[in-house]
């Protein structure tokens, strides 16, 4: 059964900093792309990163140059990196796992998804 678990997520101030971490379990993780998305309310889930096995991350506009993905296969765990956080960052952040190694930002095709855990960003 395949498990993917978030935490890191709380409360900060607007310039601050946040690191999530999702680690994985019952899949073979190093093998596919892993990302974070996130869904603030009344609005849409909307991706957030991308990093796969052996390309680099891909970024959603809104958060390239602030917020950094990365992996470590041998603790099967995915990190988010947030720093200089907005307002507008606050949402409830998922971790999602592909079946595949295709780089998307597509929600459709990430097969497995966290509980997510809540960011919120105070002015």
């Known amino acids: 059964q395949v498990q993917l678990e978030e935490s890191g997520g709380g409360l900060v101030q607007a310039g601050g900093s946040l690191r999530l971490s999702c680690a994985a379990s019952?899949?073979?993780?190093?093998?596919?792309?892993m990302g974070w998305f996130r869904q603030a309310p009344g609005k849409e889930r909307e991706f957030v990163a991308a990093?796969?096995?052996?390309?680099?991350?891909y970024y959603a506009s809104s958060v390239k140059g602030r917020f950094t993905i990365s992996r470590d296969n041998a603790k099967s765990t995915v990190y988010l990196q947030m720093n200089s956080l907005k307002v507008e960052d606050t949402a409830v952040y998922y971790c999602a796992g592909r079946g595949d190694n295709v780089l998307t930002s597509r929600k459709d095709g990430y097969r497995y998804w966290g509980q997510g855990t809540q960011v919120t960003v105070s002015s």
């Open positions: 019952g899949y073979s993780f190093s093998n596919y792309v």
């Open positions: 990093v796969s096995r052996n390309y680099g991350p």
